[in-house]
């Protein structure tokens, strides 16, 4: 378990944006590592975890794309039937509310990682101490 520094960046819901987000990024040789994208009628919500969190930051700011950042649990699981379950269960039991969570499927495909938004992030890393 791990902890990272999640982007939220606001976007018009409008073509091309993700295109120029995800470009912004490349070109400062940030590796996007989890993605989500929350879509609504005229503003979306871009959330990212990313390999260099100070580069990101940097180049969102100087191309002018509103964010802000939350700290968020990276737990890496085995990518298989009932984990989820199981992960949120514990979390759950242990009086833990999960505000957002996604996934990404990180380098092999044996292992899951889940980005989890929550409040009471130190009881949720010793409920998840498994991952």
């Known amino acids: 378990m791990e902890r990272a520094k999640q ?3 606001s976007l018009p819901n409008k073509k091309g944006q993700l295109a120029a987000l995800s470009r912004c990024l490349a070109d400062a040789g940030v ?3 989890a ?3 929350l879509e609504c009628t005229e503003v979306g919500t871009v959330r990212l975890v990313v390999d260099k969190p100070d580069e990101a930051a ?3 700011k100087q191309a002018g794309l509103p964010f802000n950042t939350t700290q968020v649990l990276v737990a890496a699981m085995p990518n298989k039937v009932g984990v989820l ?3 949120a269960e514990k979390l759950a039991d242990s009086g833990v509310n999960v505000q957002f969570a996604y996934g990404s499927t990180g380098k092999g495909r044996g292992v899951t990682h889940i ?3 929550c409040d009471k992030r130190p009881t949720a890393e010793k409920a998840l101490s498994d991952y």
Do not use: D, K, T
Request: hydrophobic share 70%.
């Open 7 to 9: 982007f939220s960046v």
């Open 31 to 33: 590796n996007i590592l």
């Open 35 to 37: 993605l989500s994208v």
């Open 58 to 60: 940097a180049a969102l």
């Open 85 to 87: 379950a199981e992960a």
């Open 115 to 117: 980005i989890i938004g």
